[in-house]
């Protein structure tokens, strides 16, 4: 399944998108988050909260875009020797 990467910088703040270029539908979106610096403590920490919320909700999209394709067929068989191939790694 084909994707399209869309990128953009509105003021200070990255965004990407990630679509399904066959479909258009949005797959994933990301912006970065804005820094406030008059916030109370308790706002302070409802945002680091809420980011940390974000990142997990990142990573649950990826995995199950990542097991949607897998299940599909789009993503290689590991190797014969247990090499890993088609899997992510960090060589």
Same mark, same amino acid.
């Given at each position: 399944?084909?994707?399209?990467?869309?990128? =953009?910088?509105? +003021?200070?703040?990255? =965004?990407? $998108?990630?679509?399904? =270029? %066959? /479909? +258009? %539908?949005?797959?994933?979106? #990301?912006?970065?988050?804005? $820094?406030?610096?008059?916030?109370?403590?308790?706002? #302070? /920490?409802?945002?680091?909260?809420?980011?940390?919320? =974000?990142?997990?909700?990142?990573?649950?999209? /990826?995995?199950?875009?990542?097991?949607?394709?897998?299940?599909?067929?789009?993503?290689?068989?590991?190797?014969?020797? +247990?090499? +890993?191939?088609?899997?992510?790694? /960090?060589?």
């Amino acid at each position: 399944m084909p994707y399209s990467i869309n990128t =953009a910088i509105r +003021g200070a703040s990255p =965004a990407l $998108q990630v679509c399904d =270029a %066959s /479909s +258009g %539908s949005v797959r994933l979106a #990301w912006k970065y988050p804005r $820094q406030d610096t008059c916030l109370s403590e308790e706002e #302070w /920490s409802l945002l680091q909260l809420r980011r940390e919320e =974000a990142i997990h909700d990142l990573f649950r999209r /990826s995995f199950l875009l990542t097991s949607e394709r897998y299940l599909k067929g789009e993503l290689p068989e590991p190797g014969p020797h +247990g090499d +890993g191939a088609g899997r992510f790694n /960090s060589r």
